[in-house]
């Protein structure tokens, strides 16, 4: 049985506190990326949330990132969050177009709904899902229970496959943990087969990201077992650590490889080796 291919990364990579337990000491703001694409293969960017990034932005990532790096772009928040899904085809249009710049870089576009985004709503969705282009992958991330329980989770799923956007398994306050494993147990009854999207955030209380400050040895022995499941049924899985989760996400990533047998980058390895004269 062939099993599918998994990429972990971060929710971004521009954070001073990493200076020092993850970048070398010393690393100017300007050379994170560099150092960060050498130990993963994919990252979420967030700063597309707030506006559609530039034509240089873009160019700029696509140069920087190795052969089979990728990026997730999260939609703009005009979308999700001011226009809630409606009157929104320009704009969709525009960044859809902006975000094929990154060619075969591009992983996913995350669309993320605000929290009092609920099954109310529904009808603004069904008129959304079918301005999504077929050519870009999209998943998308609800934060109100209500959208999985037993009136309306399976016409979501439904919906969403029928459009062919996966749904986003975001570990959150939001949907209960236990409640995406049972989802992922059923997978052959709602995922696309193509590509699953993985999220993992924690309390905003957490304001030093230079070290890790939960332990999540619990939550991530439950993950690994779901990827076990996920990569059994879904052809490729992407998945990010946001710093909150446990206080530093590159060691989150890191942890959680191991947990799942992939390849992993020490921090050391990215500082320059000292000269032998």
């Known amino acids: 049985m062939n099993l599918g291919e998994i990429h972990i990364g971060t929710q971004g990579w521009n954070y001073d506190d990493w200076v020092g337990p993850f970048y070398p000491r010393g690393t100017r703001a300007?050379?994170?990326?560099?150092?960060?694409?050498?130990?993963?293969?994919?990252?979420?960017?967030d700063s597309t949330f707030y506006?559609?990034?530039?034509?240089?932005?873009i160019r700029s990532w696509h140069k920087r990132?190795?052969?089979?790096?990728?990026?997730?772009?999260?939609?703009?928040?005009?979308?999700?969050?001011?226009?809630?899904?409606?009157?929104?085809?320009?704009v969709l249009l525009r960044f859809c177009e902006r975000a094929r710049g990154l060619g075969d870089k591009l992983a996913l576009i995350l669309i993320q709904m605000p929290p009092d985004f609920s099954p109310l709503a529904f009808s603004a969705l069904e008129n959304f899902l079918p301005w999504l282009p077929g050519d870009l992958r999209f998943a998308m991330e609800f934060r109100d229970r209500a959208w999985l329980n037993r009136k309306?989770?399976?016409?979501?799923?439904?919906?969403?496959?029928?459009?062919?956007?996966?749904?986003?398994?975001?570990?959150?306050?939001?949907?209960?943990?236990?409640?995406?494993?049972?989802?992922?147990?059923?997978?052959?009854?709602?995922a696309i087969k193509d590509f699953a999207y993985v999220r993992?955030?924690?309390?905003?209380?957490?304001?030093?990201?230079?070290?890790?400050?939960?332990?999540?040895?619990?939550?991530?022995?439950?993950?690994?077992?779901?990827?076990?499941?996920?990569r059994r049924h879904v052809k490729q899985t992407v998945g990010y650590f946001n710093n909150h989760f446990s206080g530093h996400s590159p060691a989150s990533c890191n942890q959680f490889k191991k947990l799942i047998d992939l390849p992993t980058?020490?921090?050391?390895?990215?500082?320059?080796?000292?000269?032998?004269f």
């Open 30 to 45: 300007e050379d994170y990326l560099d150092l960060y694409v050498k130990a993963f293969d994919t990252v979420e960017i």
């Open 51 to 57: 506006a559609i990034p530039s034509i240089a932005a």
């Open 65 to 90: 990132a190795p052969e089979g790096f990728t990026y997730s772009l999260k939609l703009t928040q005009e979308i999700t969050h001011q226009n809630r899904l409606h009157d929104s085809q320009q």
């Open 152 to 190: 309306n989770g399976e016409r979501l799923l439904l919906t969403l496959r029928d459009h062919r956007v996966a749904l986003a398994l975001t570990d959150s306050k939001w949907i209960p943990r236990e409640l995406l494993f049972r989802l992922i147990d059923r997978l052959d009854r709602w």
């Open 200 to 230: 993992w955030l924690g309390p905003r209380e957490l304001t030093d990201f230079s070290r890790v400050q939960i332990n999540r040895d619990q939550e991530l022995t439950g993950w690994a077992e779901a990827f076990d499941k996920l």
């Open 265 to 276: 980058v020490e921090p050391d390895w990215l500082n320059p080796q000292p000269s032998l």
